[in-house]
């Protein structure tokens, strides 16, 4: 989220040169903790602030405000020989997993699986393995199966699945191309397959998503509420999809 | 030549000069290269201590979540790098013995620039071709999983190391006196005993120089091996291995270390992996040098 962060930050000095802001990586719990100490006026996060750290700020006389400034989907993709068109979760956990290893399991065609993936230090691949590997639970170990690709670059991955109908690949949904098949995802066996899009992201059905935040010590005034009023303008929104996240607002 | 004590005070000072720089260039390699593998060692070693040797020599490496197996990454550069040596020593041999001996002068003066300009090809652009054409067209003649795997790379690897293997060897060809040649001629050899029997003997010490360099830029390389092995970090399987996706050393480094915490273990675990590097192709380079040295004194007492 540090690059959106930096982008948004960029463009806004060109637009306000009067206005300094300084960014700074580190994570979330870097971000709020900082806002908590009240070192920054803003912390970043990609997830919801925890209850110890919303008490440990209303002890320091602190009332964070949340804001969702742009969201997070990560679309799983195949070739679009490939006729599989929708997944489970847990099939998904299964195939990075490695307990799944032919197309044919999955009700496609009787062809090996190549699974793909970003490398192990991207942001991606950590969300990708909390989420859907390990299906969202913090006690689960399981790891990526050993035989996955680790592609450096998105490129690397869309020119796979281009090519190969083995392979299974996921990234930002910003980074998709047409010539590539989406597969639709269900959180259950029961839930319905849905397609990662701006309204389904937004409106919370896509599984494979999350918000990313902004927080401010108390009601945000003077020139950081103007920033953040500008940051949800179609402007700075149009940022955030270039980068390959979601914007909250669907055009 | 010799200089008169007339004009020496001056010119015996500059040439004092000359020879002191030459002497301290040729010391400063040494230096850098201890000073190198120092800085290495401090900062590489201290892994010993914090990961248990048997763990990593297991065959997990997945460093994020604590697996620091070093073994398949081992493994992995050297299948990719014995792959490359297989398809570049014939190759590049007898791609310099044909400039050399055998071709017309007109293609031997078109073929050789061609050949180093092989060798300034970018490896990124080398790697892009791979996994744009070779990988796909791989995976549809083998009948692969997947393209992406330790043999497109060895190709590649062999493409980049052809180059500097005729380049040096066609010169050490080149070298050798055309009286040896016609000697053999005038006895009756025909031209490939010649070749096989005299020439190519003769110039023994510089095709090996030229086989080891060539090598010793396969180990090395790294964007190409990134961009077309897959990188997927599996223990060796047997000859099927060459057909699947492997993590080299190399390529591991690279992408690793741009997103790693100073000190932290992972860090010292990459910079080991990096002494391993060091360590190989010391031993390449001195296994070359102690093989020119014995052949050179055989070949002397054959040929003088």
Same mark, same amino acid.
């Given at each position: 989220m540090v690059n959106l962060a930096l982008a948004w930050a960029e463009r806004y000095r060109q637009i306000h040169p009067e206005v300094r802001i300084s960014v700074t990586g580190g994570g979330s719990g870097t971000g709020l903790a900082a806002l908590i100490n009240g070192t920054v006026d803003i912390a970043n996060a990609s997830r919801k602030i925890k209850p110890e750290e919303l008490k440990a700020a209303s002890d320091q006389g602190n009332k964070p405000v949340e804001l969702v400034v742009a969201r997070d989907a990560i679309a799983v993709i195949v070739n679009l020989? !490939?006729? @599989?068109d929708q997944l489970t979760l847990q099939q998904l956990a299964d195939i990075y997993s490695g307990k799944? !290893? !032919?197309?044919n399991e999955v009700g496609g065609d009787n062809r090996p699986i190549v699974r793909l993936s970003r490398e192990t230090n991207s942001g991606t691949h950590v969300y990708f393995l909390e989420t859907v590997v390990r299906l969202g639970q913090t006690n689960n170990k399981t790891l990526f199966s050993p035989d996955t690709l680790l592609l450096p670059s998105s490129e690397g991955i869309s020119a796979e699945i281009r090519d190969n109908p083995n392979a299974i690949g996921y990234d930002g949904?910003?980074? @998709?191309?047409?010539?590539m098949k989406v597969i639709a995802v269900a959180k259950d066996p029961d839930s319905p397959f849905i397609l990662p899009s701006a309204q389904t992201v937004n409106n919370g059905e896509y599984p494979i998503a999350r918000d990313l935040y902004m927080y401010t010590g108390n009601e945000p005034t003077g020139a950081i509420k103007n920033y953040l009023d500008w940051i949800l303008t179609s402007e700075a929104q149009g940022i955030v999809t270039k980068l390959g996240f979601v914007p909250i607002k669907t055009q | 030549m010799k200089i008169t004590a007339k004009q020496g005070s001056k010119l015996n000072w500059s040439e004092f000069m000359i020879t002191r720089l030459i002497v301290a260039s040729g010391y400063s390699a040494i230096l850098f290269v201890g000073l190198i593998f120092f800085f290495l060692l401090r900062e590489g070693l201290p892994a010993l201590w914090q990961v248990p040797l048997n763990s990593l020599l297991s065959?997990?490496?997945y460093p994020t979540e604590g697996h620091f197996a070093i073994l398949p990454l081992l493994e992995g550069s050297i299948i990719v790098t014995l792959g490359a040596a297989f398809i570049a020593i014939p190759f590049g041999l007898g791609t310099a013995i044909f400039i050399a001996e055998v071709a017309p002068r007109w293609t031997r003066e078109a073929l050789k620039p061609l050949v180093e300009m092989l060798a300034g090809l970018p490896s990124v652009v080398l790697g892009f071709l791979g996994m744009m054409i070779l990988a796909p067209f791989f995976r549809r003649f083998f009948d692969l999983?997947?393209?992406?795997t330790a043999f497109t790379g060895s190709l590649l690897l062999g493409g980049i190391a052809i180059p500097t293997i005729v380049s040096i060897a066609e010169d050490a060809l080149d070298a050798v006196p055309r009286s040896y040649r016609e000697a053999a001629l005038a006895m009756g050899a025909t031209q490939w005993q010649t070749i096989w029997k005299v020439t190519l003997p003769a110039a023994r010490s510089g095709v090996l120089t030229a086989i080891m360099l060539g090598i010793g830029r396969t180990i090395g390389e790294t964007m190409t091996v990134k961009m077309v092995t897959g990188n997927a970090p599996v223990l060796f399987k047997g000859l099927s291995s060459w057909f699947s996706p492997v993590r080299t050393m190399t390529a591991t480094i690279a992408a690793e270390m741009g997103e790693v915490a100073k000190g932290s273990v992972h860090y010292e675990v990459l910079f080991l992996i990096g002494i391993i590097l060091f360590l190989i192709s010391m031993i390449v380079n001195v296994t070359a040098s102690t093989m020119v040295f014995r052949q050179g004194k055989r070949s002397e007492r054959i040929l003088s």
């Open positions: 020989e !490939n006729p @599989v799944i !290893n !032919n197309w949904l910003g980074y @998709v191309t047409s010539d | 065959s997990r490496w999983p997947t393209g992406l």
